[in-house]
């Protein structure tokens, strides 16, 4: 295992550290994640300015620290493990292909942007864009998970295409903006505009939330694939209510503005 | 003094086919014919080619258009190449919509040393010069739009030919630029109203006499009248459709033997009715084509990959949008023109894409002539132009485009005439379509070959195709104006490139005409419409002949 420990906070300029990312560490030794670079602003420095770094030739990275103007951290990872013991910065595990990012505090926004699998875990609360697409892209997160304890920002899964969000508290305005594909689950709900323009795909809301008019209620029922995915939420520690006794999903269809054919499904009890 | 020894020459504009000789370029930066005094470098090109700077005919990259774009496509830009910032060189981004730096940067590693603005209203001109100033090497002109102009059209259809003639004469030294460029002839025009203009001879929507054939032909008739280097630089009515190949035909029928520059054939070369329908109508074409010598023009072939589609052409964009759901941009440059961004993909599995495809390579291969046929991408709508090398490689190597042909739907082989074609393009007919024939349709007499006074811009390459089988990716040495810029695949040193304009004789007394009609109907005052010279950086003026 490799540790990497802050020596002392990053404030005002971010850090960007794409290099912690068990893709880049896992062959080197010890001296050669030391001489890694990372980006203050413009300026290239080492990781061992701004880390003590620990242990040697692993996939398995453990970062503690306030790490909330560090950015980047995971970018493209495809195997391994990052554990962050504090608060990550933006973009974290952005463009992500496999293995687990686990954050115990806060993140911040662009978490797993157009990820394409893997796992992503924020016990605290995470800013906007989530899962999202960068601004001009087609798509944003094509497969792969991301689980967020806390509160969420704007455009949560902005045109996400595949892969599941799941977020626990509120999140603010548009989430699942511009939809394709995927599943959103929203705890605790949103605020306004959420579904806004989407495609396809499914955001389901434990509590009520406010609609778009452009989104046409069709039935209320509870979806057979609820079971399998119940199923699969429960794996990642996540309950979600199943039972047609305690009440039903109501299912409305939009976004009808731009001849969307996603859903909404709103647990009503 | 530079002088490269041992280089198989290629010069066709001076009857030189690969012979090995010497080329000496002089303290002014021109070519000289004899090497007179010592050398103060001198490269050994044994072995392999040496070649006159490759000549863009029609480009997009620079003006208010191109940097809409750049504006509009962030995704291209995160993937696209980087430009590091180094002691010698600006930082910049490749990609389809190069920063002005890397533009100058990327042709110049090409081995282009010109390039032709081919899309600038007069309101964004300053714009457009002000980004020239920036692109480092290459020398560059401009075109100004003046089809779908105001109060060109105003005049044409009041039936005053010779004020409409001063009008463009006074709007080309306004802005600064080269030469004139008709894009859908009255169809941005009609845009504003919602319409296009697909009929060649129905008045154009707004009017009740004018029609595109009448600007077509007056417009030709006023590039020749002013003596303009270029003719007019014509983008037909009808772009993109199926079944454009008569409006094709009938405009160049139309022209009467008038000079007139085609741009971007391929996309007026299409037969059939429709989507479903269509079909390669190149063979028609370049019939027709080769029977009107009076014209030249360039393919704006497409390669399969992203391209940004970037053309004045508002009312093709905004179909275009409608077919493909990507994202939409349309500006309207008040009295003058339009503009339209659509990004788009080529991609191979699609019948039209691979009929697209085929028509370009057709039209480069069935025109005979290589001096009135030029190779464009229409950069950056049908590919990047840093991807020449690629079209080179399938115009020069029949096994290579047979096999690729290969990889096409097999429903659009019997819609084209690729797979009968066995032509292949000798180095020589390379040098013409890339070169001296660009060189020679913009009227630039010392560019495109490397006879005595001809400007000191030579590319070398090595004789050998890379490791990929490609060639002229990456030229050994480039020279500009007598200086090493291009040096083992680096760019090693910084020229500045000039700024070609013209200055034709007009009746000042138009300005009495424009004032008033100008104040009334722009957001800026006339004062601060004009560009100053001092905007432009090595401005040089070509000379306009009457004819």
Not at chain 2, 6 to 20: E, F, H, K, Q, S
Not at chain 2, 247 to 259: A, C, H, K, P, W
Not at chain 2, 402 to 426: C, T
């Amino acid at each position: 295992m490799i540790t990497l420990t802050l020596k002392q906070a990053v404030d005002g300029v971010p850090l960007e550290a794409e290099s912690i990312c068990p893709d880049v560490i896992a062959a080197l030794d010890n001296a050669a994640i030391r001489a890694l670079p990372v980006y203050l602003g413009k300026r290239q420095c080492r990781i061992d300015d701004f880390f003590a770094v620990d242990g040697e030739t692993s996939e398995e990275i453990d970062v503690h620290g306030d790490l909330r103007k560090v950015r980047w951290i995971g970018r493209g990872m495809t195997r391994g493990r990052i554990s962050i013991d504090g608060n990550a910065g933006m973009h974290l595990g952005a463009y992500m292909k496999g293995g687990t990012i686990d954050v115990s505090g806060a993140a911040s926004d662009w978490v797993g942007a157009e990820m394409s699998g893997g796992l992503i875990r924020v016990a605290g609360n995470a800013g906007g864009q989530i899962g999202a697409a960068y601004r001009g892209s087609r798509s944003g997160m094509t497969d792969g998970t991301i689980v967020i304890g806390g509160s969420a920002g704007l455009e949560v899964g902005m045109r996400m295409k595949r892969g599941l969000i799941v977020i626990g508290g509120p999140a603010r305005d548009f989430a699942g903006l511009e939809m394709k594909g995927g599943t959103l689950v929203l705890r605790s709900g949103a605020e306004l505009r959420t579904g806004a323009w989407m495609n396809r795909g499914t955001i389901i809301s434990l509590k009520s939330i406010p609609l778009l008019p452009s989104f046409l209620y069709s039935s209320s029922y509870v979806p057979t694939v609820m079971g399998v995915l119940g199923k699969h939420l429960g794996s990642l520690g996540i309950d979600l209510p199943l039972k047609p006794a305690a009440g039903t999903y109501q299912r409305f269809l939009g976004d009808t503005s731009v001849k969307g054919k996603g859903e909404i499904l709103v647990w009503h009890h | 003094m530079v002088k490269i020894t041992g280089g198989r020459v290629y010069d066709p504009a001076n009857g030189v086919d690969g012979v090995v000789k010497d080329i000496y370029i002089g303290e002014d930066g021109r070519v000289t014919a004899e090497g007179n005094g010592s050398a103060s470098r001198t490269i050994d090109a044994n072995g392999m080619l040496v070649f006159p700077g490759g000549v863009d005919v029609h480009t997009h990259v620079a003006g208010g258009a191109l940097n809409f774009a750049r504006g509009l496509v962030p995704e291209n830009q995160r993937v696209a190449q980087k430009f590091i910032h180094t002691p010698e060189l600006r930082a910049g981004i490749g990609g389809l919509t190069p920063t002005t730096f890397a533009t100058g940067y990327l042709y110049a590693g090409m081995g282009w040393t010109t390039v032709n603005e081919a899309a600038v209203p007069i309101l964004s001109a300053k714009h457009t010069h002000e980004e020239m100033h920036d692109i480092p090497i290459v020398d560059k002109s401009t075109l100004l739009l003046m089809a779908n102009n105001e109060l060109m059209l105003d005049l044409l259809e009041a039936g005053e030919f010779e004020r409409a003639k001063s009008l463009v004469g006074w709007m080309l030294w306004a802005s600064k630029t080269f030469g004139i460029k008709a894009v859908n002839p009255g169809g941005v025009a009609a845009w504003k109203w919602g319409k296009n203009a697909n009929q060649l001879h129905q008045p154009i929507e707004g009017y009740s006499k004018v029609t595109a054939a009448q600007i077509v032909m007056d417009l030709a008739r006023i590039c020749d009248e002013l003596g303009l280097p270029h003719p007019m630089h014509l983008h037909q009515n009808n772009l993109g459709v199926p079944g454009n190949v008569g409006s094709t035909i009938e405009t160049m029928n139309m022209l009467q033997g008038r000079r007139a520059h085609l741009a971007h054939l391929q996309f007026h070369a299409y037969g059939g009715h429709d989507w479903n329908t269509m079909r390669s109508g190149a063979k028609e074409v370049a019939e027709a084509f080769m029977s009107h010598k009076n014209l030249t023009c360039d393919v704006g072939a497409i390669l399969f990959g992203d391209a940004v589609t970037i053309t004045a052409d508002g009312p093709w964009q905004h179909f275009l949008h409608e077919l493909t759901g990507r994202k939409w941009g349309n500006l309207d440059v008040e009295n003058e023109t339009g503009c339209g961004i659509v990004p788009y993909v080529y991609n191979n599995h699609k019948l039209v894409n691979a009929i697209q495809w085929a028509v370009g390579l057709e039209l480069l291969l069935l025109i005979d002539d290589p001096w009135r046929v030029y190779l464009t991408t229409d950069h950056p709508n049908g590919g990047g132009f840093w991807r020449y090398p690629e079209i080179l490689r399938l115009l020069m190597d029949v096994e290579f485009r047979k096999a690729e042909v290969k990889k096409l739907p097999p429903e659009a082989l019997n819609r084209i005439s690729l797979p009968e074609i066995d032509r292949e393009y000798s180095i020589s007919e390379m040098v013409i379509v890339t070169s001296a024939g660009p060189a020679r349709a913009l009227g630039l007499k010392q560019k495109g070959h490397l006879g005595a006074g001809a400007d000191g811009d030579v590319t070398i390459y090595s004789a050998t195709p890379d490791a990929d089988g490609v060639m002229f990716t990456h030229p050994r040495y480039v020279i500009k104006g007598g200086k090493v810029v291009v040096e083992e695949g680096q760019i090693r040193a910084l020229a500045e490139g000039r700024v070609f304009l013209v200055h034709p004789e007009f009746d000042p007394a138009i300005e009495d005409f424009i004032r008033p009609t100008f104040q009334k109907l722009y957001t800026l005052s006339f004062e601060n419409y004009p560009t100053e010279m001092t905007r432009l950086k090595h401005p040089e003026t070509v000379g306009c002949v009457p004819q």
